[in-house]
């Protein structure tokens, strides 16, 4: 399934924030990480360790202070914010702890809307992709009509909806018991295989993990927590 | 511009309530801008410029405006009266064209009745190009029975018709214990003329000599008229008028008539040009005009100020959708656009139900204006107004939904989609 070419590929990665009293506190250092294209790597890493951090300058969310972070074949940090816009809406899936669906949207506006952003609409794979989460019955339902197991499975179909090459899930288990949890790595895998999307599955359980053939420690990869 | 359109769709829908607050109180802002401009100008241009039919009026010595309003409006009372002589002779002047008689003093349930000659109906336009026309088989009263002929308001309004008979009531408000004996005969009802005629009944100025009650002072002493039984017997020096109402030959004339009427002589006055004698109105109540003017650009304002607030409002709530989008792809400008074109929507759709209540505020003020004066609005006439107002609207929207917009465009992705948040 994955080949030997590195999709994504981090190297010297730092970002400091400062303190509210004006300190300047380095909370990621990652000498380097990288990811081939349809692999699937689970990370697990205590609440505070930095991960969302990581996840949202993968997704060109934040500007890293220094290094490099290569996403298929361009490096990220040299790109304008509209450029990264652009990119991320086109290659880049994110999911949330908290899902962060549209509240005054339906699941099914929610998946279209970001293949909108993508410049290809396409509701007739808007509606696949809701059926293959087990939402065909449901595309018209807004989020607080929806279990929170639906809401994260409405999410992973937005993730996919505009066939990204790599999807980047943040706790996206955080709020499900732990059946629910297994039953939804298993579900965001599975479609991830289909799509041939790379998958970064970061969590603070490691058992959630379980399926995952490698698995990082993040307090190990971030040097910036182990100092 | 199809996602953004699509952004701007949901968001109004999902804060409806706000959204059509909004919308209606820019309508409402828009209606009363163009009302105010709309109404004031047609109302001035329908006074100054369309009811008259004649160019000048004699009368007594006193208000010009006065004067204008009793006899071409039928409101306000009757500054006097003048003396028969005074007629005849400004009939027999050169200048005038053609000099009708009035006599005002009596009404029948509110409605003036007008003492006058025939020549009201067969040589006076009230319009250009246009006289007096009946309805029906109707026609002219003769001067020297007690007959009638009825505007066509007044006949909605009292059921009169050819063949009725009614009595007169004395002054010009009604009471209906100053009612005179002798009836009248309608011997014809006028067909809509949308001017202040419509409002009135018109008798033989003779008849109303001889009415029981009135008194002539002419010659200078009392004289009881309705002793006679033929109006012929009258004799003109008792006889006297409110008004004559006059055609000119020309410009030129009036200018003369004015000079010697007004500066030289002492017993009467001539309103003309009527059309100036009513801009003079419009000046004095312009303070009226102003306030409102003043209300509507503060209604504009505070109605800006409400899409802004209703906008705005929302921000905080709305920080987290923005920081969605954005993770979506959406670029900052998209989010900008989503604002301003959402406060430029709101705008838009209270414009167009601007014009809604704009309709309804014009009938009901051409409705009113008519049923006290009889001057009609033309209410589908274009002001200028009707197409500033909601351009300004539009761009004033817009304008207000530039400070959201702009917090918006700042939202920090990563803090706004943090679980603390």
Redesign the interface.
Known sequence: MANNLPLLKVEKLKRTFISPDGESNLILDIPTFKIRAGEHIGIQGNSGSGK??FL?LL?G??NADSGSIAFDSRELTLLS??ER??L???SIG?I???F??????TAL?NVT??M???GKPDKKYAFKLLENVGLGNRMDYKPAQLSVDQQQRVALA?ALANRPKIVLADEPTGNLDYRRARQAVKLIKELCIVNGASLIFVSHDLDVLDDFDTVLDFTILNRAFTS | M??IF??VE??L??HKLSTVITILSVALATALVMSVFSIRDQAETAFTGGPAGFDAVLGARGSQLQLVLNTVFHLETSPGNIPWSEYTAIKNNENVELAIPYAVGDNYKGYRLVGTTPELFDKFEYTKGKTFEFQKSGKVFNPYLREAVVGSYVAQKTGLKKGSTFNAYHGLYFNKNDRHRKKYEVTGVLKPTNSPSDRVIWVPINQFYMTEGHVLRGGGKEYEAYVHHDPRDIPDVHKEVSAVMLKLKNPASGFKLASSINREGKASTLAWPIGAVLAGLFEKIGWVTKILTLVAYIVIAVAAGSILASIYNTMNERR??F????????????VFSSVVIEAVTISFIGTIIGFVFYFILISLASFIIRKQTGVVLDILSIHPVLIITPFVMILLGAVAGIIPAYKAYKTE??SS???NN
Do not use: C
């Not at chain 1, 962060?100 to 949207?105: A, D, I, R, T």
């Not at chain 2, 920081?323 to 998209?334: D, E, N, S, W």
């Open positions: 969302t951090t949202n997704a969310i934040l914010e509209s816009d652009v991320r809406a086109k994110y949330f702890q908290t962060n669906l549209l509240q005054g949207y506006e809307l970001a909108m952003f993508a937005r | 199809k996602k699509f952004i949901k968001s829908l999902q987290r959708e920081a969605i989008l954005r993770v979506l792809g959406a670029k900052r400008g998209t992705v990563a989609l943090s679980p």
